[in-house]
T-cell receptor, first 111, second 114 residues
Framework: DGGITQSPKYLFRKEGQNVTLSCEQN?????MYWYRQDPGQGLRLIYY???????QKGDIAEGYSVSREKKESFPLTVTSAQKNPTAFYLCASSILSGGYTFGSGTRLTVV | AQSVTQPDIHITVSEGASLELRCNYSYGATPYLFWYVQSPGQGLQLLLKYFSGDTLVQGIKGFEAEFKRSQSSFNLRKPSVHWSDAAEYFC????????????FGTGTRLTVIP
Protein backbone atom coordinates (compact mmCIF):
# COMPACT_ATOMS: atom_id res chain seq x y z
CA ASP A 1 0.00 0.00 0.00
CA GLY A 2 1.16 3.51 -0.74
CA GLY A 3 1.75 5.90 2.06
CA ILE A 4 4.15 7.99 4.09
CA THR A 5 6.46 6.49 6.68
CA GLN A 6 7.95 8.57 9.45
CA SER A 7 10.63 7.21 11.72
CA PRO A 8 11.31 6.94 14.52
CA LYS A 9 7.97 7.30 16.30
CA TYR A 10 9.71 8.59 19.44
CA LEU A 11 13.05 10.39 19.57
CA PHE A 12 15.04 11.81 22.44
CA ARG A 13 17.61 14.55 22.00
CA LYS A 14 20.26 15.73 24.38
CA GLU A 15 21.08 19.41 24.70
CA GLY A 16 23.34 20.59 21.88
CA GLN A 17 22.73 17.55 19.71
CA ASN A 18 21.47 17.44 16.13
CA VAL A 19 18.86 14.82 15.29
CA THR A 20 17.35 13.78 11.97
CA LEU A 21 13.76 12.72 11.44
CA SER A 22 13.05 10.47 8.49
CA CYS A 23 10.14 10.82 6.05
CA GLU A 24 9.69 8.49 3.08
CA GLN A 25 6.75 8.30 0.66
CA ASN A 26 5.90 5.85 -2.11
CA UNK A 27 2.93 7.79 -3.47
CA UNK A 28 4.94 9.40 -6.29
CA UNK A 29 3.95 12.79 -4.90
CA UNK A 30 5.89 15.82 -6.06
CA UNK A 31 5.57 17.98 -2.96
CA MET A 32 6.57 17.19 0.60
CA TYR A 33 6.15 19.15 3.83
CA TRP A 34 7.27 19.26 7.43
CA TYR A 35 4.98 20.62 10.15
CA ARG A 36 5.48 21.14 13.83
CA GLN A 37 2.54 20.66 16.18
CA ASP A 38 2.40 22.01 19.70
CA PRO A 39 -0.64 21.74 21.99
CA GLY A 40 -3.21 24.38 21.16
CA GLN A 41 -1.23 25.82 18.24
CA GLY A 42 -2.35 23.73 15.31
CA LEU A 43 0.08 23.00 12.51
CA ARG A 44 3.01 25.27 11.74
CA LEU A 45 4.94 24.83 8.49
CA ILE A 46 8.71 24.34 8.85
CA TYR A 47 9.85 23.59 5.29
CA TYR A 48 8.37 22.34 2.05
CA UNK A 49 9.70 21.05 -1.25
CA UNK A 50 8.02 21.01 -4.64
CA UNK A 51 10.73 19.15 -6.56
CA UNK A 52 13.96 17.30 -5.98
CA UNK A 53 16.91 19.47 -4.93
CA UNK A 54 14.67 22.42 -4.15
CA UNK A 55 12.96 23.49 -0.93
CA GLN A 56 11.52 26.60 0.68
CA LYS A 57 11.32 27.86 4.23
CA GLY A 58 8.00 27.87 5.96
CA ASP A 59 6.87 29.99 8.89
CA ILE A 60 9.23 28.55 11.52
CA ALA A 61 12.35 27.35 9.66
CA GLU A 62 14.93 28.70 12.13
CA GLY A 63 16.88 25.89 13.77
CA TYR A 64 15.84 23.31 11.20
CA SER A 65 17.33 22.05 7.93
CA VAL A 66 16.10 19.73 5.19
CA SER A 67 17.28 18.04 2.02
CA ARG A 68 15.46 16.59 -0.99
CA GLU A 69 17.94 14.41 -2.84
CA LYS A 70 15.29 11.90 -3.88
CA LYS A 71 11.63 12.35 -4.72
CA GLU A 72 10.67 9.78 -2.11
CA SER A 73 12.61 11.22 0.81
CA PHE A 74 12.51 14.50 2.75
CA PRO A 75 14.50 14.23 6.02
CA LEU A 76 14.33 16.97 8.64
CA THR A 77 17.29 17.81 10.86
CA VAL A 78 16.61 19.55 14.14
CA THR A 79 19.80 21.40 14.93
CA SER A 80 21.20 22.59 18.23
CA ALA A 81 20.13 26.09 17.20
CA GLN A 82 16.49 25.12 17.76
CA LYS A 83 16.03 26.14 21.38
CA ASN A 84 12.68 24.52 22.01
CA PRO A 85 12.54 21.39 19.88
CA THR A 86 10.19 19.32 22.01
CA ALA A 87 7.11 18.83 19.82
CA PHE A 88 5.23 16.47 17.54
CA TYR A 89 6.54 16.57 13.97
CA LEU A 90 4.39 15.66 10.99
CA CYS A 91 5.49 14.99 7.44
CA ALA A 92 3.07 15.22 4.52
CA SER A 93 3.10 14.90 0.76
CA SER A 94 0.83 15.96 -2.09
CA ILE A 95 0.47 16.21 -5.80
CA LEU A 96 0.58 19.81 -6.92
CA SER A 97 -3.21 20.22 -7.04
CA GLY A 98 -4.60 18.14 -4.24
CA GLY A 99 -4.90 17.51 -0.55
CA TYR A 100 -2.15 16.26 1.67
CA THR A 101 -1.38 12.76 2.89
CA PHE A 102 0.21 12.72 6.34
CA GLY A 103 2.58 10.38 8.09
CA SER A 104 1.94 9.14 11.61
CA GLY A 105 4.35 11.61 13.19
CA THR A 106 7.50 11.67 15.32
CA ARG A 107 7.45 12.87 18.90
CA LEU A 108 10.74 14.56 19.79
CA THR A 109 11.67 15.17 23.40
CA VAL A 110 14.70 16.99 24.77
CA VAL A 111 16.28 15.23 27.74
CA ALA B 1 -4.79 36.52 2.36
CA GLN B 2 -6.03 33.01 2.98
CA SER B 3 -7.18 32.07 6.46
CA VAL B 4 -9.27 29.48 8.20
CA THR B 5 -11.18 29.97 11.43
CA GLN B 6 -12.45 27.18 13.62
CA PRO B 7 -14.28 29.13 16.31
CA ASP B 8 -14.76 26.22 18.69
CA ILE B 9 -11.60 25.07 20.45
CA HIS B 10 -13.32 22.25 22.32
CA ILE B 11 -16.75 20.64 21.93
CA THR B 12 -18.33 17.98 24.14
CA VAL B 13 -21.24 15.88 22.94
CA SER B 14 -23.03 12.80 24.20
CA GLU B 15 -22.71 9.55 22.31
CA GLY B 16 -25.56 9.27 19.82
CA ALA B 17 -26.09 13.02 19.60
CA SER B 18 -25.62 14.99 16.42
CA LEU B 19 -22.47 16.98 15.76
CA GLU B 20 -21.61 20.11 13.82
CA LEU B 21 -18.09 21.55 13.73
CA ARG B 22 -17.77 25.02 12.30
CA CYS B 23 -15.25 26.22 9.74
CA ASN B 24 -15.09 29.65 8.14
CA TYR B 25 -12.54 30.61 5.54
CA SER B 26 -11.23 33.63 3.76
CA TYR B 27 -10.03 33.07 0.22
CA GLY B 28 -10.04 35.20 -2.89
CA ALA B 29 -10.76 32.52 -5.46
CA THR B 30 -12.70 29.28 -5.62
CA PRO B 31 -11.19 27.23 -2.82
CA TYR B 32 -10.44 23.61 -2.27
CA LEU B 33 -11.81 22.65 1.18
CA PHE B 34 -10.83 19.75 3.41
CA TRP B 35 -11.58 18.23 6.79
CA TYR B 36 -8.97 16.11 8.55
CA VAL B 37 -9.18 14.13 11.78
CA GLN B 38 -6.32 13.41 14.17
CA SER B 39 -6.39 10.82 16.93
CA PRO B 40 -3.97 11.37 19.83
CA GLY B 41 -0.35 10.72 18.84
CA GLN B 42 -1.27 10.06 15.22
CA GLY B 43 -1.06 11.85 11.90
CA LEU B 44 -3.97 13.57 10.17
CA GLN B 45 -6.43 11.49 8.18
CA LEU B 46 -8.52 12.98 5.39
CA LEU B 47 -12.25 12.83 6.16
CA LEU B 48 -13.60 14.56 3.08
CA LYS B 49 -12.86 17.23 0.50
CA TYR B 50 -14.69 19.67 -1.72
CA PHE B 51 -13.28 20.69 -5.09
CA SER B 52 -16.41 21.54 -7.12
CA GLY B 53 -19.91 20.36 -7.94
CA ASP B 54 -22.41 19.25 -5.32
CA THR B 55 -21.94 21.43 -2.25
CA LEU B 56 -22.84 18.60 0.13
CA VAL B 57 -19.97 16.14 0.26
CA GLN B 58 -19.87 12.78 1.93
CA GLY B 59 -16.80 11.47 3.66
CA ILE B 60 -15.56 8.50 5.59
CA LYS B 61 -16.87 7.39 8.99
CA GLY B 62 -20.35 8.82 8.30
CA PHE B 63 -19.25 12.46 8.15
CA GLU B 64 -20.54 15.04 5.70
CA ALA B 65 -19.83 18.72 5.07
CA GLU B 66 -21.65 21.47 3.24
CA PHE B 67 -19.95 24.24 1.30
CA LYS B 68 -21.82 27.53 1.60
CA ARG B 69 -20.15 30.14 -0.57
CA SER B 70 -22.39 32.99 0.66
CA GLN B 71 -21.33 32.29 4.25
CA SER B 72 -17.70 31.30 3.47
CA SER B 73 -18.31 28.19 5.52
CA PHE B 74 -17.60 24.48 5.29
CA ASN B 75 -19.14 22.95 8.42
CA LEU B 76 -18.65 19.29 9.27
CA ARG B 77 -21.63 17.25 10.45
CA LYS B 78 -22.45 13.79 11.71
CA PRO B 79 -25.98 12.73 12.66
CA SER B 80 -24.98 10.35 15.47
CA VAL B 81 -21.62 10.52 17.18
CA HIS B 82 -19.78 7.40 18.33
CA TRP B 83 -17.28 7.27 21.18
CA SER B 84 -14.54 6.51 18.64
CA ASP B 85 -15.11 9.92 17.01
CA ALA B 86 -13.33 11.63 19.91
CA ALA B 87 -10.35 13.32 18.28
CA GLU B 88 -9.05 16.65 16.96
CA TYR B 89 -10.59 17.94 13.75
CA PHE B 90 -8.88 20.32 11.35
CA CYS B 91 -10.42 22.31 8.53
CA UNK B 92 -8.17 23.41 5.66
CA UNK B 93 -8.58 25.66 2.63
CA UNK B 94 -6.32 25.70 -0.38
CA UNK B 95 -5.62 26.92 -3.84
CA UNK B 96 -6.62 24.80 -6.79
CA UNK B 97 -3.03 24.24 -7.82
CA UNK B 98 0.51 24.49 -6.61
CA UNK B 99 2.46 23.28 -3.63
CA UNK B 100 2.14 24.69 -0.14
CA UNK B 101 -1.43 25.35 -1.05
CA UNK B 102 -3.23 24.38 2.15
CA UNK B 103 -3.94 26.60 5.13
CA PHE B 104 -5.08 24.85 8.28
CA GLY B 105 -7.35 25.99 11.07
CA THR B 106 -6.19 25.60 14.65
CA GLY B 107 -8.43 22.61 15.24
CA THR B 108 -11.46 21.63 17.31
CA ARG B 109 -11.08 18.97 19.96
CA LEU B 110 -14.12 16.70 20.26
CA THR B 111 -14.91 14.90 23.50
CA VAL B 112 -17.65 12.25 23.47
CA ILE B 113 -19.48 11.47 26.71
CA PRO B 114 -20.82 7.91 27.06
Amino acid sequence: DGGITQSPKYLFRKEGQNVTLSCEQNLNHDAMYWYRQDPGQGLRLIYYSQIVNDFQKGDIAEGYSVSREKKESFPLTVTSAQKNPTAFYLCASSILSGGYTFGSGTRLTVV
Amino acid sequence: AQSVTQPDIHITVSEGASLELRCNYSYGATPYLFWYVQSPGQGLQLLLKYFSGDTLVQGIKGFEAEFKRSQSSFNLRKPSVHWSDAAEYFCAVGAQAGANNLFFGTGTRLTVIP
